[in-house]
């Protein structure tokens, strides 16, 4: 499989993700606007779904740029992580449902959230150890790309245990930890434009 293909294919993927997230937004049974009120927390964590969403593509669209080889190996770490945001519609419906307050809705979304980054970093370390030490990818990211990923990690699972004191805490840390990743890295596109061939 071409880089492109799974580039593709891993775009359609989060595409249906993303609606699956949608088509969970049923409306509300009255005409009143106190009846939308209602299911704002609905809203809210419908929101925060989207916008995780939307961060580790934006993310993974900046790491491919840099990527020329792939191979099995890094079919399957980016299968798993396929597997990890697929998860995000029924994490996000659980809490949707009312359950703001409840400890297992918030553990299972903080551990989608958890697995999620997880699997990308493992799909850092692989695409680096496909495209040898003396290639773009390795030469930007290097290891400084790590404390991010790694501390994205140890937030999450810190979000899951968060979840025993005050069950929103996790959703509210997990949304801090975007701001890490909401603009992606930047030498990327500097890279690209100083020298397009690679």
Do not use: C
């Not at 009143?32 to 995780?52: E, H, Q």
């Not at 903080?110 to 493992?122: C, D, E, I, P």
């Not at 695409?127 to 991010?148: E, F």
């Amino acid at each position: 499989m071409s880089k492109g293909r799974l580039e593709a294919f891993t775009d359609a993927v989060i595409a249906i993700i993303l609606t699956i997230l949608v088509l969970e937004l049923n409306p509300p049974h009255s005409g009143s606007l106190a009846s939308l009120w209602a299911l704002r927390g609905r809203f809210g964590i419908y929101l925060a779904s989207f916008l995780t969403l939307i961060v580790y593509w934006n993310n993974h669209h900046h790491l491919f740029q840099l990527v020329k080889r792939i191979d099995w190996r890094v079919m399957w770490t980016n299968s798993f992580f396929m597997l990890a945001i697929s998860m995000f519609p029924f994490a996000t419906s659980w809490v949707g449902e009312g359950h703001v307050d409840a400890f297992g809705p918030e553990l299972i979304y903080g551990f989608v959230v958890f697995m999620a980054n997880v699997s990308y970093l493992l799909l850092v370390f692989t695409l680096r150890h496909v495209n040898g030490p003396t290639s773009a990818l390795v030469k930007l990211y290097g290891h400084q790309h790590d404390w991010k990923a790694v501390g994205s990690i140890v937030m999450a699972f810190v979000a899951m245990i968060l979840a025993l004191l005050w069950p929103p805490l996790t959703i509210i840390l997990d949304l801090l930890m975007l701001l890490l990743w909401a603009i992606p890295d930047q030498r990327v596109e500097r890279h690209l434009l100083r020298d397009p061939r690679e």
